[in-house]
């Protein structure tokens, strides 16, 4: 399946990744090295999955370059060397090799000075990974020893990117971080403290994902509200010059409260209270007020894909297939496969008796969940006829 974010014709496609095999060589029985522009890549996954990644990582260190190009005057060539797993116990030994965390599926190396990912992930997760550790990698040539926050919080804030029509979407609200912030508003550590943590404290198991959630929202409000100021600590850390955060950002109590606000507006205009208040509504039985309140959340933010898929599903449950096809295509097309939004989408097309359709959805829903009972027995049902 072609990446959404490159749509070629099949035989441009064809020409190109027979081009890009000639550049690739047996290193081992299950590995190929591969050159592009500006990575080496060493990959056990097949040579059309590779190509795939190998240009959306091009893509990437483009827009990169693009938007740090006013911070950092140099450009980089690299090459950046990018590992590509086929399997996740592949790249557990690997991690463990090295004596680095095994439960991770992608992380940028600093002491090998390498991206390994885990390559057979769901499109959006190996996309937002792909930002995410990306950005480490790039940085790491211009800055070595950012501070966490900033590091963390730029690599989430790119991280959660979307595609729109072939290009990046950066700015958008980190739903995830956004809900956590919401329900732990009330216990959040000052953000003086988060900017002043070391690794290990950053990375305490306890706090981490407040953590990565709050410099999230720290870059989200200096890159929208205040630029200037996260262009100066660029230039400052660039140049190795001292920084006092005090200067720059004025008193602890004032950034406290300029990131309340912020929180509070982002809540608001990214739909995520709306959507919420829907789930509570669907685990009521209340379902047209449910989708009232996933059009309102809508409204205000049309890619807030969790809503869309909800939507989706409560419309299969009203017995209103076009309307669930329409809304779940659209989660797809966002490289968001998520194994039920292929099987709603299947069992909405059957109830159009679209079976061929309702097939492919079925086993690709099977390919993503294979021990899925649900599926199973969709598919079951299916291929001996007994679709109602």
């Not at 140099?74 to 095994?102: D, E, H, M, N, V």
């Not at 956004?178 to 706090?207: E, G, S, Y």
Request: proline share 6%.
């Amino acid at each position: 399946m072609d990446h959404p974010i490159f749509p070629i014709k099949n035989l441009i496609h064809s020409l190109l990744l027979a081009f890009f095999a000639l550049f690739c060589a047996e290193a081992q029985a299950t590995w190929q090295r591969c050159r592009t522009k500006h990575y080496l890549i060493l990959a056990q996954t097949p040579p059309n999955l590779t190509y795939q990644i190998a240009q959306l990582m091009e893509k990437i260190f483009a827009q990169y370059q693009r938007n740090f190009q006013a911070a950092f005057k140099k450009k980089i060539q690299g090459p950046f060397l990018l590992r590509i797993f086929q399997s996740k116990t592949s790249l557990q030994q690997y991690l463990r090799s090295i004596r680095a965390p095994t439960q991770w599926i992608g992380a940028y190396l600093r002491q090998q000075r390498e991206l390994v990912i885990y390559g057979n992930l769901p499109l959006h997760q190996l996309r937002s990974l792909l930002l995410h550790e990306g950005l480490h990698q790039f940085l790491e040539s211009y800055i070595p020893h950012l501070p966490i926050w900033l590091n963390e919080g730029l690599a989430e804030y790119f991280g959660s990117a979307l595609v729109i029509r072939g290009k990046f979407k950066f700015g958008l609200p980190n739903l995830e971080h956004l809900a956590l912030l919401n329900k732990h508003r009330q216990t959040l550590p000052p953000i003086a403290q988060v900017m002043m943590a070391d690794h290990p404290t950053f990375h305490r198991p306890q706090k981490e994902a407040i953590h990565y959630a709050q410099s999230w929202l720290l870059l989200h409000y200096l890159i929208t509200k205040k630029s200037s100021l996260l262009h100066r600590l660029f230039r400052l850390l660039y140049h190795r010059q001292p920084i006092s955060y005090p200067q720059l950002f004025g008193s602890a109590q004032r950034l406290q409260k300029a990131l309340e606000r912020h929180l509070q507006h982002l809540l608001k205009t990214s739909g995520q209270l709306d959507f919420e208040r829907s789930q509570r509504l669907a685990s009521k039985g209340k379902i047209p007020s449910a989708i009232a309140a996933l059009g309102s959340c809508l409204l205000k933010n049309p890619y807030h894909i969790p809503a869309r898929h909800q939507r989706g599903v409560l419309y299969f449950y009203q017995s209103k297939p076009r309307q669930a096809i329409q809304e779940l295509s659209f989660v797809i097309q966002m490289g968001y496969h998520w194994p039920a939004t292929f099987y709603y989408r299947a069992r909405s097309y059957l109830l159009l008796r679209k079976r061929k359709k309702a097939y492919q959805d079925l086993l690709f829903a099977q390919k993503l969940a294979p021990q899925n009972p649900r599926i199973q027995k969709e598919l079951k049902k299916l291929r001996h006829g007994f679709v109602q």
